[in-house]
């Protein structure tokens, strides 16, 4: 299956007895899958596994807590431990497929259980638990060093709020962080100050590059741009490239909602570019 949240889009990959290794050949096959030319084209890959068989990384699942477990790999073949937008396709696979009944479900990840509200066509909601802000640091992206703050998503995050203008800032490069702060790398977000309740926000993402939108990325930077204006809650419109995300903060979790499509189906089995 292919699908997308806000044009971050993903490979789905149904396994449910766990009898893929994503990490053989160092991720190659995560890689061949994902390459825009000689594979299927994807930011990222979901494989979609009963929590009672997980990936050989993973250990104390509670699967009497959720029957499917999302094995999310970036597109260079490294893991991630959580995925706002893939968590939101993954949960549309799971009711497209017949596997769940519209309403509101579990999904184990890398950080936990996830808690996903998903019927047939709808906008898709998940509780993406607390988002937790960290110290101030920068990044430097394009060359010009901005100020942000980091924000643990489950995974992480260094969100820039800036004057300046988006557009013009080259994302494709990767940005420079403070590697002491982040020693597994980092998420970059560059994002608007607040206005009328919505932000602009590009990013780029640690294993995919700059994507069109980033579930947990859009998370870190409501967080950010509320924090910037002394709030630690509040409803935020992010607009991403890839579209509109709507971003809730309590004082105990956050939210993330919009819209999640399965695009095309397929079968695998065609000779793979492996070694990519
Ligand atoms: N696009 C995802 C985030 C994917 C993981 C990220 N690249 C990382 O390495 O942490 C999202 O929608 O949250």
Known sequence: MKGHGTENDFVVLPDPDGEIDL???????????????????????????RTDAPPADVAGIDASEATWFMDYR???????????????????????????????????????????????????TVDMG?????????????????EGVAVDVGNPHLACVTLRDLDALDLARPPA???SLFPHGVNVEVLTPLRDGAVRLRVH?????????????????????????????????????????????????????????????????APLAIGV
């Open 74 to 124: 970036n597109a260079d073949g490294s893991i991630a431990e959580m995925c706002g937008n893939g968590v939101r396709v993954f949960a549309r696979y799971l009711v497209d497929a017949g596997l769940v009944g519209p309403g509101t479900h579990p999904v184990a990840t890398r950080a936990g259980t996830r808690w996903v509200t998903v019927d047939h066509t709808g906008p898709v």
């Open 205 to 269: 993402e640690r294993g995919s590059g700059e994507t069109r939108s980033c579930g947990t990325g859009t998370v870190a930077g409501a967080v950010a741009a509320l924090g910037a204006e002394g709030r630690g809650t509040g409803a935020v419109t992010v607009h991403t490239p890839g579209g509109t995300l709507v971003v809730g903060v309590d004082g105990a979790t956050t939210t993330l909602t919009g819209p999640a499509e399965l695009v095309a189906r397929g079968t695998w089995g």
């Open 23 to 49: 990490a053989d050949g160092d991720g190659a096959l995560v890689r061949a899958l994902c390459h825009r030319r000689r594979g299927i084209g994807a930011d990222g890959v979901l494989r979609v596994v």
């Open 130 to 146: 607390a988002a937790v802000l960290g110290p101030a640091s920068t990044a430097v992206v394009d060359g010009v060093e901005l």
């Open 177 to 179: 962080f403070d590697t």
